[in-house]
């Protein structure tokens, strides 16, 4: 199984930014797709963004022209820029291989209105 380690996460103020990184092992990295998701408290898990081997991206509506996710293969490691930052983007991001059961532990992401 691929394990994954998030990082980036914090505390930021409403307008600001933070990058997330989520590193990967194993050699799937490279020919897998890769999604970050975000749980806030009391709701289900969402999808937030994602981005095929190939490279094509998706943003969930609500974050469309604020995040943007990307991937180094080389580094094994996929990343989401999260700017002009929202009270409503708090939450635990999680990135996640789709089709297998491969999560990272989560990072909290809180923004202060």
């Known amino acids: 199984q691929v394990q994954l380690v998030e990082s980036g996460g914090g505390l930021v103020q409403a307008g600001g930014s933070l990058r997330l990184s989520c590193a990967a092992s194993?050699?799937?990295?490279?020919?897998?797709?890769m999604g970050w998701y975000r749980q806030a408290p009391g709701k289900q898990r969402e999808l937030v963004a994602s981005?095929?081997?190939?490279?094509?991206?998706y943003c969930t509506e609500s974050v469309k022209g604020r995040f943007t996710i990307a991937r180094d293969n080389a580094k094994n490691t996929v990343y989401l820029q999260m700017n002009s930052l929202k009270p409503e983007d708090t939450a635990v991001y999680y990135c996640?291989?789709?089709?297998?059961?491969?999560w990272g532990q989560g990072t909290q992401v809180t923004v202060s209105s």
């Open positions: 996640h291989i789709p089709g297998t059961a491969s």
């Open positions: 194993g050699s799937i990295f490279s020919i897998s797709a």
């Open positions: 981005i095929t081997r190939g490279g094509s991206t």
